[in-house]
């Protein structure tokens, strides 16, 4: 698989995300969190804090992060990095628009 259409732009406001699940090559489910940062750019990033399990595509969004809202830990959009309590990063994956699509590579 390559890119797959995630979402389209209308559904993201600026400072919004949304939470979906695509197949990887593998036939696996990657659950995503869309965001569109403030600025209009558009991330994927694994959908899960690593920390707790936790909705990052119900966090806050603020520069080019997303903050987890049950404990505080921030996730670059761009790099995945993770402020503490995370204990680790996110994946990141390749965003790519098409017109109003919004199309991600879960395979890369």
Same mark, same amino acid.
């Given at each position: 698989?390559?890119?797959?259409?995630?979402?389209? /732009? +209308?559904? /993201?406001?600026?400072?919004?995300? #949304?939470? &979906?699940?695509?197949?990887? +090559?593998?036939? $696996?489910?990657?659950? /995503?969190?869309?965001?569109?940062?403030?600025?209009?750019?558009?991330?994927?990033?694994?959908?899960?804090?690593?920390?707790? %399990?936790?909705?990052? !595509? $119900?966090? $806050?969004?603020?520069?080019? $992060? &997303? %903050?987890?809202? !049950?404990?505080? !830990?921030?996730?670059?959009?761009?790099?995945?990095?993770?402020?503490?309590? !995370?204990?680790?990063?996110?994946? &990141?994956?390749?965003?790519? #628009?098409?017109?109003?699509?919004?199309? &991600?590579?879960?395979?890369?």
């Amino acid at each position: 698989m390559s890119n797959q259409k995630v979402a389209s /732009l +209308a559904q /993201l406001a600026p400072g919004g995300a #949304l939470s &979906v699940s695509v197949a990887n +090559a593998a036939g $696996e489910d990657v659950a /995503l969190a869309i965001v569109r940062d403030l600025e209009g750019g558009v991330h994927a990033i694994s959908e899960f804090c690593t920390h707790a %399990e936790v909705s990052l !595509a $119900e966090g $806050e969004v603020e520069d080019c $992060e &997303v %903050e987890c809202w !049950a404990h505080g !830990a921030r996730f670059n959009l761009k790099t995945g990095e993770g402020t503490m309590p !995370a204990p680790g990063p996110v994946n &990141v994956y390749p965003v790519t #628009l098409d017109g109003d699509d919004v199309l &991600v590579d879960v395979d890369a």
